[in-house]
């Protein structure tokens, strides 16, 4: 079955710690996105990549970097200059980079606590 | 960044009722689009709108792209327990959500 796999479900880091978060997809989707999920606040865009090898800022990317080298893979790394970096990251891919009318598929997320 | 106007934010329904939930935007967007989060999950698309004035059905659901283009709303006749959840809308080419409609079902 073809998807989006995020590892792993829940993470837990001590405050200072860089932490990378993974995700995989086998959709053969060219756009990648990073959301970030508190209650009460909805989605947001913390970075998306439509190719390999290019990326942008969404709107909160401060704190947080990714990489695209491969197709399938979008690694999100919280670094320690995120100050509230306890949330649920959300993964998702789109088959047309930036076509406006392509839906995004999801993973299931990962939880991150920091302490 | 943008972000859309989703309301209401919370619903507290009893199961049998008709929900309604709408989504507001100062921009025009092309595509609307309407999610659905399980608790600890990923969303996952419901309806997808292309076209201003369009109106379409899944099962129990029933979505509008408003005229004006700025808008959009989402019905659910006839609310079940698997209802429960996160409900967001998106206004595609801007990559933005709503803040969602967190629905809450008695038996």
């Known amino acids: 079955d073809g998807g989006i796999t995020q590892s792993p479900k829940y993470l837990f880091r001590k405050e200072g710690q860089n932490v990378t978060l993974s995700c995989e997809q086998n959709?053969?989707?060219?756009?990648m996105y990073w959301y970030r999920q508190d209650p009460g606040q909805g989605l947001r865009l913390i970075y998306y990549s439509q190719i390999v090898n290019d990326f942008q800022k969404g709107d909160i990317a401060e704190g947080y970097s990714v990489s695209r080298e491969k197709k399938e893979s979008f690694p999100l790394t919280v670094t320690s200059a995120q100050k509230n970096p306890t949330a649920f990251y959300l993964c998702?891919?789109?088959?047309?980079?930036?076509?406006?009318?392509?839906?995004?598929?999801f993973g299931n997320g990962t939880r991150l606590t920091v302490t | 960044g943008q972000q859309l106007n989703q309301s209401p934010q919370s619903m507290f329904i009893q199961e049998g009722e008709d929900v309604s939930m709408n989504c507001t935007s100062s921009s025009i967007f092309n595509t609307w689009l309407w999610y659905k989060q399980d608790p600890g999950e990923g969303p996952v698309l419901l309806i997808a709108l292309y076209k201003a004035g369009e109106l379409t059905s899944n099962g129990r659901l029933t979505a509008q792209f408003g005229i004006t283009r700025k808008d959009s709303f989402l019905n659910i006749s006839a609310s079940i327990p698997s209802d429960v959840g996160i409900y967001f809308c998106?206004?595609?080419?801007?990559?933005?959500f709503g803040q969602g409609t967190r629905l809450t079902i008695n038996p």
């Open positions: 998702a891919s789109s088959i047309l980079a930036g076509q406006a009318n392509s839906p995004l598929h």
């Open positions: 998106q206004g595609a080419q801007k990559l933005v």
């Open positions: 959709l053969n989707h060219d756009a």
